[in-house]
């Protein structure tokens, strides 16, 4: 039981009519990094608040380590966020900043300035401990906002969608730190974003929500291969969801008519009947001769991105959204096009 | 983990309040040392003594609601036990407490009926001083943090324990004496109850008359009230808006100057204008006698009457307007009319079809303000009224005149309550659901687009001689106190000054021997004194508005801001009314006139609050509670410091609101603290121009030397990208000073 620490059990969060967060469940084992992943309004945002201690539950329980802090306020919480604002104390300096947590817990003088000092070091800032917040970059201040947190030592670190003021070049090195950061210190976090190869990129373990409820908690590489549902698929990698019919199941593995084609896939729990099959983009192989098709098919739209090619296909199965890395061969608009399904991405849903 | 909470400080304050201090209102002061250890004396001696010594029994009781939570020091205090001792405890405490103010007092029993039933009772009780005071701030304090262990907004001690504070605050000072209004209508002049008296005032002819309509001499007041009221409303915002309109949206060229009387209500007295009217219009006004000389006909005392009073009124209240349809004019989105544009409208159309339409809700706003300006204006009826008579002078008649009817009073005070809470109910409604905010977060370029040039020119032909009209009437002000007689002799002279302010050498030093010291040196310490409560209060008030949330959020919200609709005559009759007896017996000491103010100017240090907190990111708080700081920590390290600006302006605009007062504390004053407003009035209903012209003067340089060195400071003021600047006190305009 000790290696868990946060675990919500039937966590309910209204305000006045509207269900923010709904009857979720979920553990988050020491050291991990986990995501809390979903479109905006899904209820990330308030699940990490009630972590935080900055909303209490309607209903349910929330523990931290061994306790239950389910009435707790924020400040008696063993945890430390990191706010999208950053929400740096604008009248103070960086290392009165990032010393505020030990001071207002009255820690001696001497030890607060020492421990700050360690942190700014550790986010490589040491030498700026002296300017306002106004005087750093997005991204320093960025990092302050991260000192400030990792300095109280925290149970939990908690993220509100941290990059999301960060241009996408500088976005991509801070949460290799953070990710590298929290590893090195053995710290758990949880992390909200809305942008999924972030959850992908850094996450020991992703939930996933949708309209206030979990839709899927898994590695990044189970959410990504085996999604749980049409949402999951759609959400994470831009699946094609597509109506294709189980004639039979036999073993593992389910007898799938998709469009004119046949394939074998496992059945994932799926009784024989319409189901829906999840394609991803880069799971569908293109050829130009329409013979052998699988599908056919006709390019409506295509989109030259230097290391691939996006393109809109026209076929009885719906529009396909599809990547071809050949961009020596670029299909034209208008063209005819046969659609073969690839041994990866391609996997069997629930709705 | 959890930190201590307060409790111990709570019952210290209770136990000191209730064993050491004088349970009794002090006659000298709690600075006169007399009153130490000093139980021997009925007056002096503290609750216990009072109790024990002085045959007072019926204070013993309260000993047990202050020794019970003693059992909780150094305990867990949020477990439900605890918190149900402790919501008990001060409870019953402050009931109590309250129940035997209100029902034994300075001639026995509160209520004729208990002597009935008990007997005639031999010991009487006073008003109740600081040991009552302190008491019954602990018993609120142990109810609230009883409350908070319960799990009442989070568990929050400090943030239940400001409501709780704040609402005690409001019910005793705010609707505790406006239900007093409302009973003393009820009385007779015997004071018995008396609902047939009620009705008969309510219906009485100078009231609600109608007789000028049928050629007849008069009609009632509220009616006349009203018509003066929605002439001024109607005056003053077509006023406003042609100002706004030149300041936004043309290239005329003394832009500043214009802003500038946007200042003007702010340092303005509030019967100056009215002065300055007399000085123009009145009989030997300049204009009357140049007429009179021209013509050949006598002057005459046309301009006390209706149109005085409106024109004054208009005079003295378009500023006020003109800084809500700058910021709605500001409001409209220049994006929206260059879309206009765009789509082949002309400039005329654009405006009439686009930017007026979207002005809408503000020309209703500022109408609605200069509305219950109107109404709780008091100082200029009284000065240019005439025989024209509004409510709030009916008050003062009812109360200071010959006919001294305290009953009638309260009755046109109803009236005048009534009215001024429906256009302000009406404000809010308005400002609640018809605001097209065109101003959104993003960056909103674009110009904004030239008036039409018939349009432009009707504003330059209202706004220019106006302007040219104000810079006028308080260059007259200024000039006026300078001359002998206005109008007879117009030799240079400093009497006025002299009189007023003079300073000889005498025998033993300086004698400030000038007649206005008294007053001046009273209305300045007094304003101070208040302006501190007020910002402190407003304050705290607007960040429980903006940050917190709690049940009931709407009906505090609406009782803290109501007093901005409560005229300040109104105001006035139910402080005399209510603390003229015990329980709080304050009348005729410097404290009602501070309460006075505190109460009346909360709602500018609510918006000057709730103006900077809208502009400091919520998660600032949220940062340093997760980081382990307690409400009261984040309040103080973080708010407190970034909201300096704000505190800055709530401070100097009660203080000068409080210096410019009248139409309240002209029945609070008394002979020993008597205010610059009362006593310039005093000098202008003796005749006596000239000095209460320089008087005004005085004030309205003083008033612009505070505000002066309050913009060089905030302007000094710089916090980078999250700057909070000072707000600025938009809408800011109590209901008649």
């Known amino acids: ?351 | 983990m959890k930190k201590a909470g307060p409790l111990g400080l709570w019952l210290a304050i209770g136990w000191v309040g209730f064993v050491l201090i004088p349970w009794y209102a002090q006659s000298r002061g709690l600075l006169d040392p007399g009153w130490i250890l000093a139980w021997d004396r009925q007056s002096t001696a503290p609750g216990l003594q009072q109790a024990l010594l002085h045959g007072r029994l019926w204070l013993l009781p309260l000993v047990l609601p202050l020794l019970a939570p003693l059992v909780l020091l150094g305990r867990r205090q949020d477990t439900a036990a605890a918190a149900n001792l402790l919501i008990a405890c001060g409870a019953l405490g402050t009931l109590y407490l309250l129940a035997q103010g209100f029902l034994i007092i300075h001639r026995g029993w509160g209520f004729a009926f208990l002597a009935d039933w008990f007997g005639p009772l031999d010991v009487r009780q006073f008003g109740i001083g600081t040991g009552a005071a302190l008491t019954l701030l602990a018993f609120l304090m142990l109810f609230a943090q009883g409350i908070a262990a319960r799990g009442a907004v989070n568990g929050d001690r400090f943030v239940v324990g400001s409501i709780t504070l704040i609402v005690a605050l409001v019910a005793a000072f705010i609707f505790f004496p406006v239900a007093r209004i409302l009973t003393g209508a009820l009385q007779a002049a015997d004071g018995s109850f008396a609902p047939v008296v009620f009705v008969e005032r309510f219906l009485d002819t100078r009231i609600w008359g109608l007789g000028c309509l049928a050629g007849g001499p008069r009609c009632g007041v509220a009616w006349n009230t009203l018509t003066l009221a929605i002439a001024t409303g109607a005056g003053t915002t077509l006023l406003g808006l042609a100002f706004a309109l030149v300041v936004t949206r043309t290239a005329f060229p003394a832009k500043r100057a214009l802003r500038a009387l946007t200042i003007l209500p702010i340092i303005t007295p509030p019967f100056v204008v009215s002065l300055a009217i007399i000085l123009l219009f009145g009989r030997s006004g300049t204009v009357t006698q140049f007429f009179a000389d021209l013509l050949g006909i006598d002057g005459g005392r046309w301009i006390y009457g209706f149109w005085g009073v409106w024109l004054a009124q208009v005079l003295s209240f378009t500023p006020i307007a003109f800084l809500v349809m700058i910021g709605v004019v500001e409001g409209v989105s220049p994006s929206l009319e260059e879309a206009s544009q765009t789509l082949r409208a002309s400039r005329w159309q654009t405006f009439t079809t686009v930017s007026l339409p979207l002005m809408r809700p503000g020309l209703a706003n500022a109408f609605l303000l200069g509305f219950i300006e109107s109404m709780a204006d008091f100082g200029n009826p009284l000065v240019l009224g005439g025989n024209f008579q509004v409510l709030s002078t009916e008050i003062f008649f009812a109360i200071v005149g010959a006919q001294h009817d305290p009953g009638r009073a309260a009755m046109l005070a109803i009236v005048l309550l009534a009215f001024t809470l429906m256009a302000f109910w009406a404000q809010q409604q308005w400002l609640g659901k018809k605001q097209y905010t065109s101003v959104s977060g993003k960056g909103d370029a674009g110009m904004p687009t030239a008036l039409p040039t018939p349009l432009k020119w009707t504003a330059y032909a209202i706004t220019v001689p106006w302007a040219v009209f104000t810079a006028v009437m308080y260059s007259m002000i200024l000039f006026g106190g300078f001359v002998e007689i206005w109008g007879r002799d117009h030799s240079f002279t400093l009497r006025h000054y002299q009189d007023a302010f003079g300073v000889t050498q005498g025998a033993f030093g300086l004698v400030w021997s000038g007649t206005a010291w008294n007053s001046f040196t009273t209305t300045l310490w007094i304003a101070f004194i208040s302006a501190i409560p007020t910002a402190m209060i407003g304050l705290l008030t607007a960040w429980l508005l903006t940050r917190q949330q709690f049940g009931g959020k709407a009906a505090f919200e609406f009782g803290t801001m109501l007093s901005f609709a409560i005229p300040g005559t109104v105001i006035g009759v139910a402080y005399i009314i209510a603390f003229n007896v015990p329980p709080l017996e304050i009348t005729g000491t410097g404290i009602i006139l501070i309460l006075a103010f505190v109460f009346r100017n909360m709602p500018v240090g609510v918006r000057a609050g709730i103006a900077t907190l809208a502009q400091l990111d919520k998660s600032l708080d949220e940062a340093s509670l997760t980081h382990r700081a307690t409400t009261f920590q984040t309040v103080r390290l973080i708010l407190m410091p970034l909201m300096k600006p704000a505190m800055l302006a709530a401070l100097v605009y009660s203080f000068v609101s409080a210096m410019t007062a009248i139409s309240a504390v002209i029945f609070l004053v008394s002979a020993r603290y008597e205010l610059a407003t009362t006593y310039i009035l005093n000098r202008v209903e003796a005749g006596n121009f000239g000095l209460a012209i320089a008087y005004s003067s005085v004030l309205i340089v003083v008033m612009l030397i505070v505000i002066g060195i309050f913009q060089f400071l905030i302007g000094e003021r710089r916090l980078g990208r999250r700057g909070a600047a000072a707000p600025a006190p938009a809408g800011f305009a109590g209901a008649g000073r």
């Open chain 1, 1 to 351: 039981m000790s290696d868990i620490t946060v675990r919500f059990d039937e966590v309910t969060k209204a305000f006045g009519e509207t269900v923010a967060v709904k009857e979720v469940s979920f553990a988050i084992e020491k050291g991990h990094l986990v995501t809390l992943l979903g479109p905006s309004g899904c209820g990330k945002t308030t699940t990490l608040r009630m972590i935080a201690g900055l909303e209490l539950p309607t209903s349910g329980r929330v523990h931290i380590g061994e306790r239950d802090v389910t009435n707790l306020p924020a400040t008696d919480r063993d945890v430390a966020m990191v706010f999208q604002s950053y929400a740096l104390f604008p009248h103070m300096t960086v290392l009165e900043n990032v010393g505020y947590g030990l001071r207002v817990s009255g820690r001696p003088k001497s030890e607060v300035k020492e421990r700050a000092e360690q942190a700014l070091t550790l986010v490589g800032l040491a030498n700026l401990g002296a300017r306002l917040p106004s005087e750093l970059s997005g991204g320093q201040q960025q990092r302050v906002a991260v000192a400030r947190a990792v300095v109280l030592e925290p149970e939990v670190l908690l993220f509100d969608e941290p990059l999301s003021n960060l241009d996408a070049k500088l976005r991509r090195r801070v949460r290799e730190e953070i990710r590298e950061l929290q590893q090195r210190l053995g710290l758990t976090a949880v992390y909200v974003t809305h942008d999924q190869e972030e959850a992908l990129a850094i996450s020991d373990q992703i939930v996933v929500m949708n309209n206030a409820v979990i839709a899927q908690v898994g590695q990044p590489r189970e959410l990504y291969e085996a999604p749980a549902d049409r949402f999951v698929a759609d959400f994470i990698g831009d699946a094609n969801v597509v109506e294709v019919t189980i004639t039979a199941i036999d073993g593992e593995l389910a007898e799938v008519i998709i469009g004119n084609a046949r394939r074998r896939l496992p059945h994932r729990g799926l009784a024989p009947g319409p189901a829906h099959l999840a394609i991803r983009p880069e799971g569908i192989v293109l050829a130009a001769d329409p013979a052998e098709a699988a599908i056919g098919g006709r390019i409506k739209r295509a989109s030259y991105l230097g290391s691939h090619v996006e393109y809109d296909i026209e076929t009885p199965l719906g529009e396909l959204f599809v990547t071809d890395p050949d961009v020596n061969h670029i299909h034209v608009v208008g063209q005819d096009i046969s659609l073969d399904l690839g041994t990866h991405g391609v996997t069997l849903v629930r709705d």
